[in-house]
């Protein structure tokens, strides 16, 4: 099997918009065969250094009976510029993708990553880190991809919050766009950001952590039992944390908008 002959579906991202959940809907088609693992990473360089696989191929269990795509979700793949030159090594390599990048609110998504990532309460110097603002700046991603990828039929922007709001129709109109027959997709919100109880939170302004201390088995069952029983925490961006958000990114999501036909006033640009 080939990499020149078969066709790919890749959902890059962005990271924390739903592409757990993209994945998992998709992978539901009996002609899809999605890959192994959900995130390959093949074509990044942090994940691709710790994969034993040389061939892109051997990560999926493809059936050229059964199947007409391979789908391959990789956040990896849209997080320029920590990860570059992706488009660039998936051209090389022979593929032609299908590419579906599913977005959120840019706020609510730097929110949602920042308590997925640390759980720690927000401060004006982390606010505008560097990670935090590239991967919500969605023209940015995209354009590392039309320098290689020019066609915009290929492209396939999916809204968050359609997503999760009517995840029937999102599946219909991907299915339609990838000429495969309609099917009943179950709703799935995978890998929701969980928040963390207070006391994992104020244990984190100490210089140790729960997992070091524990065995893992059971640092998993604590947190369970924290989370439970205790109040709750999330982290969110203050008025005025967001308005400087919102000042660093209008230009690319503007561009984003105007680009996809995306409606970006309904996050407020």
Known sequence: MSAHYKSHIFIVGAMKAGTT?????????PKI????????????????????????????????????Y?????????????????PKRMYEYGIRPKIIFSVRNPLRRIESQFNFEKNKD??????????????????????????YFDDMDDYFIVDFQDLIDRQNTVSKRIFDWLGLDNIDTEYVNKNKTKPISIFESTAQKFPFEMSKILP???????????RTYTPQVKSSLSE?????????????????GSTFGFPIGNWGF
Not at 123 to 146: C, E, K, N, T, V
Not at 217 to 224: G, P, R
Request: charged share 30%; with cysteine; net charge negative.
């Open 21 to 29: 959940t993209l994945f998992e809907m998709l992978s539901e088609h």
């Open 33 to 68: 065969c999605s890959s192994k693992n959900k995130e390959p990473g093949f074509f990044c360089n942090t994940l691709r250094d710790n994969s034993c696989e040389t061939e892109y191929s051997n990560l999926f269990d493809y059936s050229d009976c059964a199947h007409e």
């Open 70 to 86: 391979c789908l391959d979700a990789s956040t990896c793949y849209t997080k320029y510029p920590d990860e570059i030159d992706v």
């Open 122 to 147: 927000w401060g004006p110097d982390y606010l505008l880190d560097a990670r935090l603002l590239h991967y919500s700046m969605y023209f940015l991603q995209m354009h590392q991809y039309f320098k």
């Open 216 to 226: 893992k088995s059971i640092s998993k069952i604590a947190k369970n039992v924290l």
């Open 240 to 256: 005025d944390q967001s308005q400087k958000v919102k000042k660093w990114i209008r230009r690319d999501i503007e561009r984003f």
